[in-house]
């Protein structure tokens, strides 16, 4: 394994002056209580503001509805967790030995808040310029593949606007099952429309990613497919 200095520097393009700070943005709960939940909170904002203003810098006559949709698809947990793995960060993680076992470097959710921590930790370490320059070298292939605006509306907003372009009600979900420990859920959810007689189930690792799932079903269902 790369030491995990060196492996910064080779993908982030950065040095850390505090190798603690590194070493605990790299550090999940599973290891202990000195962790990189603290770091993911303040990353989460951090990220959020430098690809916030990418996007503005990138795209000058989007609306702000549009650059909101870019945002939001870049820094989901999925989007998040893809960027993590692509650039390595599984094997740079202290995990405790259960999460170890189980191929916690692998999961998307632990791969997508270290790399929230991370980038806590470079605003902390050296300050926004840096955060946004390791923005920047990361993000630019996710930039360049960008799709219209309109394409990222999610599946829950897409169904709802066919529904009620139709006049038809707002599709129904329900909560039909919570499985895992409170700090790593999965949710089954069911998504009907009942004016169509159309129901479909999905799971995920939040109730918002379950629903989203189910609209999606609901939208590729043949019988909707017929009724456009």
Known sequence: MVAAAGW????????????????????????????????????????????????????????????????????????????????????????GDGEMKSGGHRRATILADALEALFGAIYLDRGLDAARGAALRIFSDALAALPAAAALK????????????????????????????????????RCEVGDLGLSAEADGISRRRAEQEAAQRILEDPALRSAR
């Open 8 to 95: 910064l520097q080779e993908r982030l393009g950065c040095d850390f002056s505090d190798p603690a700070l590194l070493e605990r943005a790299l550090t999940h709960r599973s290891h202990g209580p000195d962790n990189n939940e603290r770091l993911e909170y303040l990353g989460d904002a951090v990220l959020s503001f430098v690809v916030a203003e990418m996007l503005f810098r990138k795209f000058p006559s989007a609306a702000e509805g549009e650059l909101s949709r870019y945002r939001a698809s870049l820094v989901s947990g999925d989007a998040l967790g893809a960027i993590a793995a692509g650039i390595g960060l599984g094997a740079q993680l202290r995990l």
């Open 154 to 189: 999610d599946p829950k907003t897409r169904l709802q606007e066919w529904l009620q372009g139709r006049g038809l009600p707002l599709p129904a979900y329900t909560v039909l099952e919570v499985t895992g420990e409170p700090h790593d859920q999965r949710f089954r959810v």
